[in-house]
């Protein structure tokens, strides 16, 4: 029993000292930067999409709406062998901008006339060849694609507010940086949706504290801008490995091998808005396949997994041979999660959703305890109707 005392509190001890070390960063780290101002260079926004028939045309819509030069801004939209409507959605988006473009304003003497909304393109996503398959497939087919310098890639669940492309551009100002990523926050209206609004920042607010610290350890490709020198410089999806979360790989491997500085800060002007799953099992494959690409990550990262781990296991464990050690210590490490999500979530004003951080903490606890054998025992991730 004491041996089991002492290892239930170096676990919790050295989780909530971590947890409580990035609350205090998160609290006293800058909010963000002023967006870009003209003029502004031309830039892509890459969107993957596989049958997102009912969830794309809030994405486009967003995008159309960005505050942006419309004749500096293009959308390609990837098409990855979509069996439902999304290729004939990009096309009506596609051919209404382009009667747009016929019959804009007053044309300029001598000059073509201006556009008043981005173009949209469709691009059509190859056969998948080797370990070049699923998303990282699609978007290199839009980097092909595009002829601009800077990228940003979206998910069709996500519909950014219109500021949002010029606060991406302002941080690839700087020449030393390549890559820029910023939160996703989840829609919610029902408590279930809370909950994972909640999870999203709380996993979202330790990669901005370890990437802002210098320990670049992952990113969401859902919305991450990207110089295309850095992308090419890592030789791009074709030179890297296959992963079941192909923005993890990239954006490692920019960090690690393009030369360029990463970035993941506390932005509310970075934010996109992207939408909730509609049930538990859903969130929790989703949570598993992010466990699944974590895989590759370096030895100090499989660290940190396993303090978090025990330090989740052992206070249940602790609740039937020792229920006041196991109380106490499921009120530290609950306090230190509090601490992180009350720091980070006042960059965003969002601080309202702790109403439902009880809810929160028995997810965590859920996922944080069976993951490690649930991957043990099915490795196989289906993902977009492929089994990856």
């Not at 004491?2 to 919790?12: E, G, K, Q, T, W």
């Not at 801004?73 to 062998?81: G, M, R, S």
């Not at 939160?183 to 901005?208: P, R, S």
Request: proline share 8%; net charge neutral; with cysteine.
């Amino acid at each position: 029993m004491a041996l089991f005392l002492a290892l239930l509190l170096l676990a919790v001890g050295l989780y909530a000292a971590m947890l409580l070390g990035m609350a205090v960063w998160a609290a006293r780290a800058p909010s963000g930067r002023p967006a870009a101002e003209p003029p502004l260079p031309r830039l892509a926004v890459l969107v993957a999409a596989r049958n997102e028939e009912a969830r794309l045309g809030r994405c486009l819509d967003a995008l159309l709406a960005q505050d942006y030069p419309p004749d500096r801004l293009t959308i390609y939209v990837a098409d990855d062998h979509s069996t439902d409507g999304t290729a004939a959605i990009v096309r009506r988006y596609a051919r209404a901008g382009a009667t747009t473009l016929a019959v804009a304003g007053e044309p300029e003497p001598g000059g073509p006339e201006p556009p008043t909304r981005p173009a949209v393109r469709y691009v059509p996503v190859p056969d998948a060849e080797g370990h070049l398959v699923g998303k990282a497939n699609a978007i290199h087919a839009a980097v092909e694609a595009s002829n601009e310098d800077l990228f940003i890639i979206t998910d069709a669940d996500c519909a950014p507010p219109p500021g949002w492309a010029r606060h991406h551009v302002a941080y690839l100002e700087e020449t030393d940086v390549g890559l820029v990523c910023g939160h996703a926050e989840v829609e919610h209206q029902t408590t279930f949706e809370a909950v994972q609004a909640l999870d999203w920042a709380f996993l979202l607010a330790t990669c901005t504290v370890l990437v802002e610290t210098g320990r670049p350890v992952t990113a969401m490709g859902n919305n991450m801008a990207l110089r295309r020198s850095a992308y090419e410089a890592v030789g791009g999806y074709p030179a890297l490995p296959f992963s079941v979360t192909e923005d993890y790989v990239l954006f490692r491997t920019v960090a690690e091998r393009s030369g360029f500085r990463v970035r993941y800060p506390f932005d509310a002007g970075l934010r996109t808005r992207t939408l909730p799953l509609q049930r538990w099992r859903d969130a929790y494959n989703q949570r598993r396949r992010w466990a699944r690409g974590g895989t590759r990550a370096p030895l100090w990262v499989y660290g940190v997994y396993a303090v978090g781990h025990l330090a989740h296991l052992l206070p249940l464990v602790a609740l039937l041979v020792a229920p006041l050690a196991g109380l106490a210590a499921i009120t530290v490490k609950a306090g230190a999660d509090a601490a992180l999500l009350w720091a980070a979530l006042g960059h965003s004003g969002r601080r309202p959703l702790l109403r439902v951080f009880p809810l929160f903490e028995a997810y965590l606890f859920v996922y944080m305890t069976t993951l490690p054998a649930v991957l043990a025992l099915f490795p196989r991730i289906r993902w977009k109707d492929r089994k990856l």
